[in-house]
């Protein structure tokens, strides 16, 4: 269910100061997006241009991942996943965003396709960049950074979308286009650990440890989703808890400002959900400082919906999470899990309170059977990594790897918009890669998890 709030009562849930300062001074780095647009590799020359080319692929990845200023229209992988999950509701009058949210997205979608372009297009300056370094300063950290860039975005495509993606169309040097191969999920998991352990190595040459962590975070999730929890759990042994790695933003430029804080705060098309659709957590009503939220009345375009802005995202310059410590952590608690030790030494609850602990959050009580453990965890990862891409991958999860159906974890029943949710349980493939000989739209199972 949808709760409605009265815009008379403006509720403010503001996270106290520190009481989520996890991240410490051991391998805290932001990610600086202050640059242009894909920088081809064809366009500049020598060791030189390797800084141009970093700052490029930096600027596209952020893009992909959050967005920017750019209006109307600052949706990225992070508000699109959201909204197609539990974690944002349409607060417009737009099909573009009101058919994601009711899970019923056609390929024609242009925020989709948007949100499909700016991921390949990471991708691609992603490994422009990497082939460049690997030819002229392999040691280079900056290596490292546009490896893990690159495995990220086969993570999105994989986590996100139906099977199937087109990836690696580039135009040659005559302009002619070279269509990329459809990549099954699997496929594009397995490319991105290929990514994760190319940067592990040159991290590890660099001594590098930001990328190092950042890598060894990112090739897990491949991992768990690949329904590898043991395997997924010692990769992240050495990552410390209190590692974070982010994205920078500040209000130099529309490209460098934040597109949570111009969606959500600014523009007011989207706001946090609530229990949505009856199988929704409660984001809002739960005051978890989490997922705190400030009331900001009634959205500006459809005049209804109550904006609940999330505090994190509360200004132009805030980061979003890539990869941190605390996801380390939740790996290994799902794989404890997974391994039959829920509340044993080092077991799922164990880690889970003393994250929570951390914090300065109450301990949890201990669930009494497999059903209700695998739903205090899945709720504890929905908080604490809350608005940063994960939920679509672990709703899929949880019907791939432990057996609940579509109905049973995504939001269902009568959308508060009108009519019902839809079957989809994965964002389609734009209808605009249909023009890619190489893509099957057959392939694409938008009720296949």
Not at 292 to 321: C, H, Q, R, W
Request: aromatic residues 8%; glycine residues 8%.
């Amino acid at each position: 269910m949808i709760r409605t709030y009265s815009s008379s009562r403006v509720r403010r849930r503001l996270v106290a100061a520190g009481v989520l300062g996890v991240a410490g001074a051991l391998g805290a780095c932001n990610l600086d997006v202050s640059t242009p647009d894909v920088v081809p590799p064809t366009a500049v020359e020598g060791a030189a241009a390797l800084p141009t080319l970093l700052a490029g692929a930096s600027g596209d990845f952020s893009v992909a991942y959050g967005g920017y200023s750019n209006g109307d229209n600052s949706d990225a992988i992070i508000q699109t996943s959201g909204l197609f999950t539990d974690e944002f509701i349409a607060a417009d009058f737009f099909s573009t965003h009101v058919t994601i949210d009711a899970r019923d997205a056609n390929p024609t979608n242009d925020i989709i396709s948007r949100v499909m372009r700016n991921i390949q297009r990471s991708l691609v300056s992603a490994n422009n960049a990497a082939a460049r370094y690997a030819q002229l300063k392999p040691a280079d950290p900056g290596f490292a950074r546009v490896l893990n860039f690159a495995g990220f975005d086969y993570l999105f495509l994989a986590e996100n979308f139906c099977s199937g993606v087109p990836v690696g169309s580039v135009i040659d040097a005559s302009g002619n286009t070279v269509y990329g191969a459809s990549r099954s999920t699997t496929e594009l998991l397995n490319l991105a650990i290929v990514k994760f352990d190319s940067a592990i190595t040159v991290a590890k040459a660099a001594k590098n440890n930001l990328m190092g962590y950042t890598a060894l975070v990112g090739k897990a999730r491949a991992l768990l989703d690949l329904n590898q929890p043991a395997q997924a759990s010692a990769t992240v042994d050495t990552v410390p808890t209190s590692f974070r790695f982010t994205t920078e933003h500040d209000a130099a430029n529309d490209r460098t400002k934040s597109g949570m804080y111009e969606l959500m705060w600014i523009n007011t098309r989207l706001t946090t959900a609530d229990e949505e659709g009856g199988n929704g957590l409660a984001y809002v009503s739960s005051d978890d400082p989490r997922t705190a939220t400030e009331d900001l009345d009634v959205s500006a375009f459809d005049g209804a919906t109550e904006i609940m802005a999330p505090v994190k995202y509360n200004s132009y310059a805030a980061p979003e999470v890539i990869a941190d410590g605390i996801e380390a952590r939740l790996i290994q608690a799902e794989a404890a899990l997974r391994a039959g030790n829920y509340a044993g030494a080092g077991g799922t609850l164990a880690i889970l309170n003393n994250l929570r602990g951390g914090a300065g959050l109450g301990a949890l009580a201990p669930a009494p059977d497999a059903a209700s453990q695998q739903d205090q965890l899945f709720a504890e990862r929905a908080f604490w990594m809350f608005g940063t891409a994960h939920r679509l991958g672990d709703l899929r999860r949880l019907i791939t790897q432990y057996g609940r159906t579509a109905n049973q974890v995504f939001p269902t029943g009568d959308y508060f918009k009108g009519d019902k949710y839809g079957t989809d349980v994965n964002l389609p493939v734009p209808q605009e890669e249909e023009a890619n000989p190489n893509f099957k739209r057959s392939s694409c199972d938008q009720s296949k998890a």
